[in-house]
């Protein structure tokens, strides 16, 4: 194995990594060593880069390079520097290299941009209308109540949902942690419609065909299997558009339901657990959110202003 795969290797059963994390890391450790070898940076005898060799100023150049000419967005690069730092720091820890020159580069400073969310009245707007769709409806409602990824509603299993309760276990969320996400009242109902009815019609029209995974599976593509990430970003898209809402994606519906809850003053340690979120600093944004949220409300609206 090579060292990048001992490194992923690492990451899935020591640090219990979700199949998405590693997808990244093997995709940005891929991407440098490309580069590094583009750059003549040695091979050892087994055929790999010497990471031995690699300096800062390679390091420097991959991120300069990435930016100028791979066109990548500031958070796409922030993300391939967390990369290269853990893979540098697990090379050290291995002792595969003597010092570690990935320890002193710098992250690119993201601008201060606010999440994307819809209104109350948007949202509102999306939910009552596809009430003769029982599948979309339950898509948009669970998204909105748990707030949760679409890799995680994907991923969702039948024995990972309690009705009784109004709760879903998200397993093996980002950073590869469970935690337990709400369903409203409404979006409870809605999930028990879809799994009695469109669910349990599709299992019985496709009985002997449904493979192991589909049968665990909470949410059912038409062909029985489960469903895709593409297919509901597909159906949030199409749904607010032909409404004439804003273009929505499932992670505006995440921001969505955050936002709203903050307006409402929830706690933020609250929503950090609910959004599964490892730092508070990121949950925090939606905070400031709300503080735009006040200014736009308040402006123009003092009548001696």
């Not at 019985?204 to 995974?213: A, F, L, M, Q, V």
């Not at 949030?236 to 936002?259: C, F, I, N, W, Y």
Request: charged share 30%.
């Amino acid at each position: 194995m090579s060292l990048i795969e001992d490194f992923l290797a690492h990451l899935e059963y020591e640090r219990g990594c979700s199949i998405n994390t590693l997808k990244g890391y093997a995709h940005d450790l891929r991407t440098l060593e490309k580069f590094l070898d583009e750059r003549s940076v040695p091979r050892t005898e087994r055929g790999e880069i010497d990471w031995r060799k690699v300096e800062l100023s390679d390091l420097r150049a991959f991120l300069r390079w990435l930016g100028t000419k791979k066109g990548n967005k500031i958070s796409s690069i922030h993300r391939r520097v967390c990369s290269v730092k853990a893979f540098f720091r697990f090379l050290k820890a291995e002792r595969v290299i003597p010092d570690d020159p990935a320890s002193e580069l710098k992250y690119p400073k993201r601008p201060n941009s606010l999440p994307k969310f819809l209104t109350v009245d948007e949202v509102k707007l999306l939910l009552d209308t596809q009430k003769k769709n029982p599948t979309h409806q339950v898509i948009l409602e669970v998204l909105y109540s748990t707030g949760c990824r679409v890799s995680e509603l994907c991923g969702m299993n039948m024995n990972d949902v309690d009705l009784e309760n109004r709760q879903i276990i998200i397993r093996s969320g980002k950073g590869g942690k469970d935690r337990i996400v709400l369903l409203s009242e409404r979006a409870a109902n809605a999930l028990r419609e879809y799994i009695e009815g469109y669910r349990a019609r599709i299992l019985e029209n496709k009985k002997g065909k449904i493979d192991s995974d589909a049968q665990r599976a909470v949410f059912l593509s038409n062909r029985g299997k489960r469903i895709s990430k593409r297919t509901v970003q597909h159906i949030v898209a199409k749904l607010s558009d032909e409404l004439g809402v804003r273009h929505t994606t499932p992670h505006m519906l995440r921001h969505s339901m955050a936002s709203h809850l903050t307006m409402k003053h929830l706690n933020l340690r609250v929503l950090q657990q609910l959004l599964g979120h490892a730092s508070l600093d990121t949950t925090q944004i939606y905070a400031n959110v709300t503080a735009e949220h006040v200014r736009d409300e308040f402006k123009d609206k003092l009548p001696i202003s």
